[in-house]
């Protein structure tokens, strides 16, 4: 029998407020557990939450971002439950009226083929606590910090049949928060997280299966494996004659194992009611024409800015504009450099290479975009050559060399441009390769292009990578045929 897959995506987003969203308590990361929980977020008695407006802007932010309604009228609701790292019994969340009504995310796919996802809302809410399980034997701690930290929850529609279109939506959020600046995205600070609905059924079928919510993912990559597990999970369950268990799963990205964590509740298992501590949110034309008209620009409309300014291909230009960080780095180098394509290749190459070996982001790549611009500008002007550009790049990364242009000066390491010097050298490699000369000569087109690279790396070699590639191959050519 042939399947097809049923995916929706509920994404929280952390705002990126600096206090938390019904109190002052800072939302900074990585302090003290249990520093930065105040009354207000544990809801002691006599205590009453304020809203906080920046939570409310960045919210309906996304909302214009995705050409979504922005509900004038929006309240909040208590969602009732009862775990450790909720002292409060209850999450602050929206439920019947939430601030961000239905609109479309477009994602592109590896064949290039486009695809409008469907978002069902968007809703304000507050993030829990974190349980500590693994740094007291036999017990296990909590840690309040996040408890009241501000979250939007993103609820797609069941409108992905792959993990490939999942993971696709999943940055494309990515691109949009971190571009219009509401969040950081670091999911490795579970600034973003995602939780992954999936069903099968028979394909051609309207109805759909059973699903299952695999929680808390935190990377893209986490993400794609998990959906590919739990599918398989599902066909090899059914065609065993089983039945699926709508049910709450846990995925170790670590392990590539996933369990069930408890049976998946309804809405009236959470017993939700109207927050009586908190009024609803009233927003006026102005406010909303206000943000509208302050809106950063869009990964999209960046994307085509890429494509028609600097001429990058589509490849190129998706690459650089999904990550605002990334995309100010790439404009700051261009700045600098003036050459777009060289700086998209040595950004999408050599440094992203490093950035991914480090374990680094590029907002702390040792290596500033001014100084990977001034480097390039050496390599455009001819003063370097590619190789010994990939020499100075490693004394920029390692901190050896501050400025490209310094170093290669106090090294000696000025491309060779004198013609007759580098014709001298071609001379000398031809003579001492006869051989490899004849083979050339009895070649023909593809085999012979591939040949010239034996002759260009030995010239190189006996330059000490510092001759001009175009005026070796130049010359080299010449001698070749003639």
């Given at each position: 029998m042939q399947?097809?897959?049923?995916?929706?995506?509920?994404?929280?987003?952390?705002?990126?407020?600096?206090t938390k969203i019904f109190s002052g308590s800072s939302t900074a990361f990585g302090a003290e557990p249990n520093t930065q929980a105040s009354i207000v977020d544990l809801a002691m008695p006599g205590t009453l939450p304020v809203l906080n407006i920046q939570a409310v802007k960045y919210a309906a932010m996304f909302g214009l971002a995705i050409g979504a309604e922005i509900n004038q009228r929006s309240t909040f609701d208590r969602k009732n439950y009862f775990y450790p790292d909720s002292p409060k019994g209850y999450q602050t969340t929206q439920m019947d009226a939430p601030i961000v009504g239905a609109g479309t995310v477009t994602i592109e796919l590896s064949n290039g083929r486009t695809k409008e996802i469907r978002i069902h809302h968007a809703h304000l809410e507050e993030d829990a606590g974190k349980s500590l399980h693994d740094q007291?034997?036999?017990?296990?701690?909590?840690?309040?910090?996040?408890?009241?930290?501000?979250?939007?929850?993103?609820?797609s529609e069941p409108d992905m049949s792959s993990a490939e279109e999942a993971v696709a939506f999943a940055r494309k959020i990515h691109a949009i928060v971190t571009s219009i600046g509401i969040g950081?995205?670091?999911?490795?600070?579970?600034?973003?997280?995602?939780?992954?609905?999936?069903?099968?059924?028979?394909?051609?079928?309207?109805?759909?299966?059973?699903?299952?919510?695999?929680?808390?993912?935190?990377?893209?990559?986490?993400?794609?494996?998990a959906i590919h597990q739990e599918v398989a999970r599902q066909i090899d369950l059914i065609e065993d004659g089983g039945t699926i268990t709508q049910e709450t799963r846990l995925y170790d990205g670590d392990k590539h194992i996933a369990k069930p964590?408890?049976?998946?509740?309804?809405?009236?298992?959470?017993?939700?009611?109207?927050?009586?501590?908190?009024?609803?949110?009233?927003?006026d034309d102005s406010f909303v024409e206000a943000l509208r008209n302050d809106m950063p620009e869009l990964p999209d409309e960046r994307k085509a800015r890429y494509i028609g300014d600097f001429?990058?291909?589509?490849?190129?230009?998706?690459?650089?504009?999904?990550?605002?960080?990334?995309?100010?780095?790439?404009?700051?180098?261009v700045a600098h450099c003036d050459d777009a394509k060289l700086a998209a290749n040595w950004i999408m190459g050599e440094l992203a290479a490093q950035i991914n070996k480090a374990d680094r982001s590029i907002g702390d790549s040792p290596i500033s975009a001014e100084q990977l611009g001034g480097m390039i500008k050496l390599i455009k002007d001819g003063t370097i050559s590619g190789k010994i550009a990939k020499q100075v790049f490693e004394a920029l990364w390692s901190g050896e060399a501050t400025d490209a242009k310094s170093y290669i000066e106090a090294?000696?390491?000025?491309?060779?441009?004198?013609?007759?010097?580098?014709?001298?050298?071609?001379?000398?490699?031809?003579?001492?390769?006869?051989?490899?000369?004849?083979?050339?000569?009895?070649?023909?087109?593809?085999?012979?292009?591939k040949m010239t690279g034996f002759f260009v790396g030995q010239i190189m070699k006996a330059s000490k990578g510092q001759a001009n590639p175009g005026i070796i191959n130049k010359i080299l050519m010449k001698k070749l045929n003639s």
């Open positions: 399947w097809e897959t049923v995916i929706g995506l509920e994404i929280h987003v952390q705002l990126a407020t600096t007291f034997p036999g017990m296990s701690g909590i840690d309040l910090n996040r408890a009241g930290t501000p979250l939007i929850e993103i609820v950081d995205g670091d999911m490795s600070q579970g600034s973003l997280r995602f939780d992954v609905n999936v069903s099968v059924r028979p394909k051609g079928q309207a109805e759909y299966g059973t699903r299952t919510e695999t929680k808390n993912l935190n990377s893209f990559r986490f993400m794609e494996r964590m408890r049976s998946k509740e309804e809405a009236n298992d959470y017993r939700y009611f109207p927050c009586p501590d908190l009024l609803p949110v009233e927003l001429a990058l291909s589509n490849y190129d230009a998706d690459i650089l504009s999904g990550d605002r960080e990334q995309a100010v780095y790439f404009e700051t180098v090294k000696g390491l000025i491309q060779n441009s004198d013609e007759g010097a580098i014709e001298a050298m071609v001379d000398e490699v031809l003579a001492n390769n006869p051989d490899q000369v004849a083979a050339f000569r009895a070649a023909e087109g593809p085999k012979q292009k």
